[in-house]
């Protein structure tokens, strides 16, 4: 079946360093979305992409989609505590619209 | 606002009970979903539904089912728990198309001793 792989599992950087989380797929996506969760929380949309090779930002954070549509990249500025949480892409193969498939996430922890 | 409830937040039973997780939106989203997840580990989809008195089983071979009677409402059963199904259990929605996100709800903690 359909893979979505993300890498790295885990990530810990100190205050102000960049961070990028990587979303491969198996399979051409027709959109793919990022969500992140808090620990204990639940996952929260961040943002979907959908063009081949689109980029998108919001604030210090910066989305990428591969131009195959098969990849894509969250990269995050000058990190912030508050961007503690794990970052998970999701992909769905086509407009027929099957459910999304999650990554495995990456983890993200940030020392003062 | 994000309008998905589930209930209860936490849950502890014993091996063979019978559980119903129950899951509601008040957003009129058509289209909703169960997810599996363990703690810091991946969402992985067990059932889903488009719409009412249609569901579909997801990725994640499972020993519950779902039902869709009413737009609003999607409950998850498990007819025999075991501890193999101690895990997260996550709810969500989405609008129709396929520009929207999903919304989930805060999620069911369940642990079986």
């Known amino acids: 079946g359909q893979q979505v792989m993300q890498i790295p599992q885990y990530q810990h950087v100190q205050e102000g360093e960049d961070f990028t989380t990587y979303c491969n797929s198996s399979?051409?996506?027709?959109?793919i979305q990022w969500y992140k969760q808090r620990p204990g929380g639940h996952p929260v949309f961040l943002i979907q992409?959908?063009?081949?090779?689109e980029v998108k930002k919001q604030k210090r954070l910066t989305f990428q989609f591969g131009e195959a549509k098969k990849n894509s990249s969250l990269h995050i500025t000058a990190t912030q505590t508050t961007d503690v949480g794990t970052y998970f892409c999701?992909?769905?193969?086509?407009?027929?619209?099957?459910?999304?498939?999650f990554g495995k996430g990456t983890t993200l922890s940030v020392s003062s | 606002e994000a309008d998905i409830y589930q209930t209860p937040r936490y849950l502890v039973i014993g091996t063979g009970k019978k559980i119903t997780l129950e899951c509601s939106q008040t957003?009129?989203?058509?289209?909703m979903y169960w997810y599996q997840q363990d703690p810091g580990m991946e969402l992985h989809l067990i059932h889903y539904?488009?719409?009412?008195?249609?569901?579909e089983k997801g990725d994640l071979s499972s020993e519950s089912t779902v039902s869709r009677i009413r737009t609003e409402h999607f409950p998850l059963t498990l007819e025999s728990a075991r501890p193999s199904h101690t895990s997260q259990y996550l709810c969500?929605?989405?609008?129709?198309?396929?520009?929207?996100?999903?919304?989930f709800g805060s999620g069911t903690r369940l642990t079986v001793v």
């Open positions: 969500a929605s989405s609008e129709p198309g396929l520009s929207r996100g999903y919304t």
């Open positions: 399979t051409t996506l027709s959109n």
């Open positions: 992409l959908v063009k081949s090779g």
């Open positions: 999701a992909g769905r193969v086509n407009q027929a619209g099957t459910a999304l498939i």
């Open positions: 957003m009129g989203h058509d289209k």
């Open positions: 539904s488009y719409g009412v008195n249609s569901t």
